[in-house]
């Protein structure tokens, strides 16, 4: 009699634990100057919750450590909501800033689309995709990056530190998005 309750006991104790948000891939390719990156999270969230997350700027800085500075900006002359965002990543004793300054195109709760300009950036180009599905009790979100940064790259060391970074780091960047993301309320988009 008490292994049946003891059992019912931690079954009920798994059932309250959270699940954590979990990397279920990640691919970087270096192609002629130019990176891809493709990446899949699943987070304990619902999809509208964590899409407000990546849609606001503003709160970059609070889940990504290589993010120095990070905000919403005012809707362009075509109405576009912009975006500012400042890196900080270092290599050994090298470290270097990067600024992405750019518009915005939403489909709220489904995809959210990113693009630099050059002209504002340190990237020749810099184009990002979140694509948010909702996936059992959470959101998966493939996450696309097609840039080619404005300065000189080791080919041999770019893909390599990217994703070390994402690797090392980003495991608390997603249990970070999915805090905030729980912490919102489930309802529609606010962007």
């Not at 606001?56 to 990070?70: G, N, P, R, T, Y």
């Not at 919403?72 to 075509?78: G, Q, S, Y």
């Not at 090298?94 to 002209?119: H, I, M, T, W």
Request: charged share 25%; proline share 5%; net charge negative.
């Amino acid at each position: 009699m008490r292994a049946p309750a003891l059992l019912v006991v931690l079954l009920c104790l798994a059932a309250g634990v959270s699940r954590a948000a979990e990397m279920r891939s990640i691919e970087v390719d270096y192609a002629d100057g130019q990176y891809r990156l493709e990446s899949v999270v699943w987070f304990d969230a619902d999809p509208g919750a964590v899409y407000r997350v990546f849609r606001s700027w503003d709160l970059s800085s609070q889940f990504s450590s290589a993010i120095v500075e990070a905000r919403d900006l005012e809707a362009d002359a075509l109405g576009r909501p912009g975006f500012y965002v400042l890196n900080r990543g270092c290599v050994l004793f090298f470290c270097k800033s990067l600024v992405r300054q750019g518009y915005v195109e939403a489909e709220p709760n489904v995809a959210l689309r990113a693009f630099a300009d050059p002209a504002e950036s340190d990237f020749e180009f810099s184009n990002e995709t979140w694509a948010f599905e909702a996936d059992g009790r959470g959101t998966t979100v493939l996450y696309t990056l097609h840039m080619k940064p404005a300065f000189w790259v080791p080919p041999a060391i770019g893909p390599w530190m990217i994703k070390r970074k994402l690797r090392n780091d980003g495991g608390d960047a997603l249990d970070r998005i999915e805090a905030i993301a729980r912490g919102l309320p489930a309802m529609g988009a606010t962007h």
